[in-house]
């Protein structure tokens, strides 16, 4: 379907004068990763199973910009089963709209205290690492951090300073050497996550090690550490997945649960240090 009649308001959400859109498609304005999202709109007219379209995608602006519109496409008449025939199609800058509703998504998945991802966003996050593992049939790991005798800390100096105590060690780990796709998050209480979404077991455990020494630079006195100098320090378990032929481990619980097991290892050795597990995660 190509513009027979445009408003003068397609100037204002596009930058496109009138006579530049006249004749075009509605496509020629629309990022090419979201004009599938228009044909199955389409479709889905075509086959009467809707009787108007609305779909929210990116379009070009003519500055180069991008602006997020909501698209409504209605058939004026009766269409055919070849042809939609003439619709009437009116666009919406929800640019704003599309920014409140990101933020308050990002919101969503922020843990209030410390800023990093929370228990929903790291569900996700790790469903969808391993679900690049099976893809790709590589491997990923993971680490969970214990802050060692966290509630003595707290009950040393106060409820206040266990909080920022917690925040400080948030902002040590996002310092990590991470890649691009690794995600830092709250696991619950003072138990910390790092998921390394393309890791294998050497590079968990350096990761592991520079986590372990980056918490001790912060040099946070503790009443009742595992070490002599009287810093607070962490006990990390590190656990690899790797997909191969004949695995059964049923993922991504199996990793956690290794993980857990690695974390539970370290913290009965004397804490201030690194264990690791590894999984052979299911190839079905």
């Not at 004026?76 to 920014?99: C, H, Q, S, Y």
């Not at 191969?244 to 240090?273: C, F, T, V, W």
Request: charged share 20%; glycine share 8%; hydrophobic share 45%.
């Amino acid at each position: 379907m190509r513009f027979r009649y445009v408003s003068p308001s397609v100037t204002r959400i596009l930058g496109w004068p009138i006579e530049s859109v006249i004749a075009r498609a509605v496509t020629d304005f629309v990022l090419d990763e979201d004009v599938p999202i228009i044909g199955a709109a389409t479709a889905q007219l075509r086959a009467g199973l809707i009787r108007s379209a609305i779909v929210t995608v990116r379009v070009r602006h003519q500055d180069g910009t991008i602006v997020w519109a909501e698209i409504t496409s209605r058939p004026i008449g009766k269409p055919g089963l070849a042809d939609l025939g003439e619709r009437a199609v009116v666009i919406r800058d929800v640019t704003e709209r599309k920014a409140l509703q990101d933020a308050l998504t990002s919101m969503a998945m922020k843990d209030g205290l410390t800023g990093l991802a929370n228990r929903r966003a790291f569900d996700i996050a790790l469903a969808d690492a391993w679900s690049e593992v099976r893809t790709s049939r590589s491997q990923m790991s993971l680490l969970l951090i214990d802050v060692d005798f966290f509630k003595e800390f707290n009950d040393a100096y106060g409820h206040q300073t266990g909080d920022d105590c917690l925040r400080a060690i948030s902002t040590a780990l996002l310092g990590l050497p991470l890649a691009a796709g690794d995600v830092v998050a709250r696991y619950g209480g003072e138990e910390l996550a790092v998921i390394l979404h393309r890791s294998g077991a050497a590079e968990a455990l350096k990761v592991a090690g520079l986590a372990c020494d980056a918490v001790h630079r912060l040099q946070l006195p503790h009443r009742q550490p595992p070490t002599a100098d009287g810093i607070l320090t962490i006990s990390v378990g590190a656990a690899t997945v790797l997909w191969r032929e004949g695995g059964s481990a049923n993922m991504p619980h199996a990793l956690i649960a290794s993980a857990d097991r690695a974390l539970y290892q370290a913290k009965s050795n004397g804490r201030n240090r690194v264990s690791t597990g590894l999984v052979l995660g299911a190839s079905a």
